[in-house]
């Protein structure tokens, strides 16, 4: 397995263009499945979870085409052969789940094995079931797969979610397009990749209103058609290479950064000593003068702290002067980078969801290992600004998320290699 080599080397200057959301992408590819016409996604992400879902919906019978080297997918779903997401598929990434909402819909059927993904928790879907079950689908769990159907097809309905998850919102709201009749969903996600879909689906014909806002409202439609859609700026690749000048020192823009995409996020780092501007071409982010002092950090649905930077903002605590409880109340079990940070050096205690730390002088180089996508990547950050060299193995993770990561960190001087494995 491929591992990432980093050596601290101080200041860092210049731009890094930002892909398209790799959790937009996912949503709105299995958009695809809910009308016969072609869909076309353009600024995609080139990402192996987006392979994971291209063979996902290859094996539903959709055709789906990287063009222009992966950053334009090309989708048609005329002619799908079958409506069960198998285990295999499925395990390695949650957001298979995805195609669940899109094929109880068009078909009126949809078999799809309880999904996998990364290792942060237990990450049910009784939310998704719930919801559907309120458009009249009939749900049932059989040998790890959830068998779900409806007779006569969904009827539009009024449901309030008891948690705002991401991806319930998404496949409720991708079923009800095809719905009979109104359906309003109540404590929905407001998360930019939800306003995204609905964007995209609105451009499909969809009826929605209320994106980004906790009621959405969706006028059932008989059909859907096709349609071009750009996959919306990656908040979270943004945020995390937000922290690389933070963590490293130096003036780094973002080429393709909007401030409305990580409102709460820029503002803590700006109370942590950290300037965040808005260009014409992106986000700039530069130390200001002096050491980056703590913040406390708790992570919230959107518009709060997201937990996709939980662990990212952790290595620039480790580094930083005074104390920071960070306290993780979207998953319960994600402070895996935890314990690798500490064989840097850093000085973190975890209790339940709570984790403090207390920042030292200098981290130093070890070799660590990657458990989950954004661990992977903070335990990088926190390479960049330690001393001497920094070995992160397991790095399949960090290729579900993160496009030409070396390449991108290279061109504002960090000193990173990527090294093959025999
Ligand atoms: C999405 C993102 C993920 C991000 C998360 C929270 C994608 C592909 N992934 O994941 O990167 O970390 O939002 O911002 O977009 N839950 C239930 N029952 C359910 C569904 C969720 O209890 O039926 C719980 C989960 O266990 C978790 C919390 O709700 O504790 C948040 O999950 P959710 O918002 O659904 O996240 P995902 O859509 O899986």
Redesign the pocket.
């Known amino acids: 397995m491929d591992s990432i080599l980093v050596t601290g080397n101080g200041p860092l200057s210049g731009q890094i263009p930002i892909a398209g959301a790799?959790?937009a992408c996912?949503?709105l590819m299995p958009a695809t499945l809910l009308s016969e016409e072609p869909l076309t996604l353009t600024n995609a992400p080139r990402l192996s979870d987006i392979k994971t879902m291209t063979a996902l919906l290859q094996s539903l019978g959709a055709e789906v085409s990287a063009l222009q080297d992966g950053q334009v997918i090309a989708m048609s779903s005329h002619n799908l052969t079958s409506h069960v997401a198998d285990y295999d598929i499925v395990r390695k990434m949650?957001?298979s789940n995805l195609v669940l909402g899109p094929l109880l819909a068009r078909f009126g059927q949809a078999v799809v094995s309880l999904p996998g993904g990364c290792a942060i928790?237990?990450?049910?879907?009784?939310?998704?079931?719930e919801g559907l079950e309120a458009l009249g689908a009939e749900i049932e769990l059989k040998d790890g797969y959830l068998h779900a159907k409806t007779s006569g097809g969904l009827k539009g309905a009024v449901h309030e979610m008891r948690?705002?998850?991401?991806?319930?919102t998404?496949n409720i709201v991708m079923a009800a397009t095809l719905a009979k009749g109104t359906t309003v969903l109540k404590n929905a996600?407001r998360?930019p990749?939800i306003v995204d879909l609905v964007e995209c689906l609105r451009k499909m014909g969809a009826q929605i209103s209320g994106e980004g806002s906790s009621t959405i409202e969706i006028q059932g439609v008989d059909r859907l058609h096709g349609a071009t859609h750009q996959v919306v700026t990656d908040r979270?690749e943004l945020g995390t290479y937000m922290l690389a000048p933070a963590i490293c020192g130096g003036e780094v823009e973002l080429l393709g950064g909007r401030m409305r995409l990580v409102e709460s996020f820029a503002a803590k780092l700006d109370a942590a000593g950290i300037s965040v501007t808005e260009t014409d071409k992106g986000l700039k982010v530069a130390r200001k003068n002096g050491r980056v002092t703590s913040v406390d950090v708790v992570t919230e649905?959107?518009p709060g702290f997201?937990?996709?930077l939980q662990a990212q903002m952790m290595a620039l605590m480790c580094t930083v002067e005074g104390v920071s409880v960070l306290e993780e109340r979207?998953?319960?079990n994600r402070f895996m980078h935890a314990p690798e940070l500490v064989r840097m050096g850093a000085n973190i205690e975890v209790h339940g969801g709570t984790a403090t730390v207390t920042g030292v002088e200098r981290l130093k180089g070890a070799r660590v290992m990657a458990t989950d996508l954004r661990a992977s990547v903070s335990l990088i950050l926190a390479g960049l600004a330690a001393e001497g060299e920094t070995t992160v193995s397991r790095v399949y993770h960090l290729d579900r998320g993160y496009e030409h990561v070396v390449r991108k960190l290279e061109g504002v001087g960090a000193k990173i290699e990527r090294i093959k494995s025999e």
Do not use: C, Q, W, Y
Request: glycine share 6%.
């Open positions: 790799k959790n996912l949503t949650r957001a928790g237990a990450r049910p879907m009784d939310l998704h079931v948690f705002a998850s991401v991806g319930a998404e996600a998360e990749e979270i649905p959107f997201p937990t996709d979207i998953f319960e």
